[in-house]
């Protein structure tokens, strides 16, 4: 498998636009989590799905922020409008049914506002 | 929903030195736990993990934690550090993957 893929890799957009990122699981896992990643905040848990259900987005840091999940093999996280505050790497992670299972992280997107 | 804690924000070391980084878990049920490592530029590897069993739980790159109930605690361990452990390490807890604040690590050689 080629593990968790997100595209893209790198967006720079200027304050206002509209961004998407984009994840593919790995096959056959069927949790997904969206973090964000910076210098002062850490890494931050967003939203997380389980079966294509988001189970908890309480980490979602206001409206503008939206994420779906409409099948098992893809999911996206919009920032609408952008800011530059939304700067940050962005990291989707998956895994697999069961208990004893860790999650698998994609490469991430690194975001840049201006 | 439980969450985890990390003491150390920054850690500076000489290579060959000992290394325990501290991770404390909210919760007292089960709890399954995870250390994770991220390198320089590249996204989170997994070290180790704990779900039951023995609570001295041994990963990859020498690396090993001991995860202690009646302290809520599992630090990670390497005995001997080198210059290629400089990262940032994270520990989780599995309820929902809810990461620790990170400590990173610095050797020198």
């Known amino acids: 498998d080629a593990g968790v893929i997100q595209s893209p890799r790198h967006e720079v957009t200027e304050m206002g636009q509209e961004v998407t990122l984009r994840c593919k699981p790995i096959?056959?896992?069927?949790?997904l989590f969206w973090y964000r990643q910076t210098m002062m905040r850490g890494l931050e848990l967003l939203i997380y799905f389980n079966n294509n259900v988001p189970i908890d987005d309480s980490g979602m840091p206001e409206d503008r922020f939206s994420a779906k999940m409409p099948n098992a093999s893809f999911s996206t996280l919009k920032i609408q409008p952008s800011e530059p505050r939304d700067s940050a790497v962005y990291f989707c992670?998956?895994?697999?049914?069961?208990?004893?299972?860790?999650?698998?992280f994609g490469q991430g997107t690194r975001l840049t506002v201006v | 929903a439980q969450s985890v804690s990390q003491h150390n924000h920054h850690v500076i070391l000489s290579e060959a030195a000992s290394l325990e980084l501290g991770c404390n878990y909210s919760?007292?049920?089960?709890?399954?736990l995870f250390w994770y490592v991220q390198y320089p530029g590249q996204h989170l590897q997994l070290l180790l993990k704990y779900f039951s069993g023995d609570p001295l739980v041994k990963g990859i790159k020498g690396f090993e934690a001991e995860f202690i109930k009646s302290k809520f605690s599992f630090n990670l361990r390497k005995p001997s550090v080198q210059w290629s452990d400089t990262a940032e390490y994270f520990c989780?807890?599995?309820?929902?993957?809810?990461f620790g604040a990170g400590t990173r690590l610095t050797v020198k050689p």
């Open positions: 096959s056959g896992h069927n949790s």
């Open positions: 989780a807890v599995a309820d929902d993957m809810r």
């Open positions: 919760y007292g049920g089960t709890v399954n």
């Open positions: 992670a998956s895994s697999s049914p069961g208990p004893d299972t860790e999650a698998f």
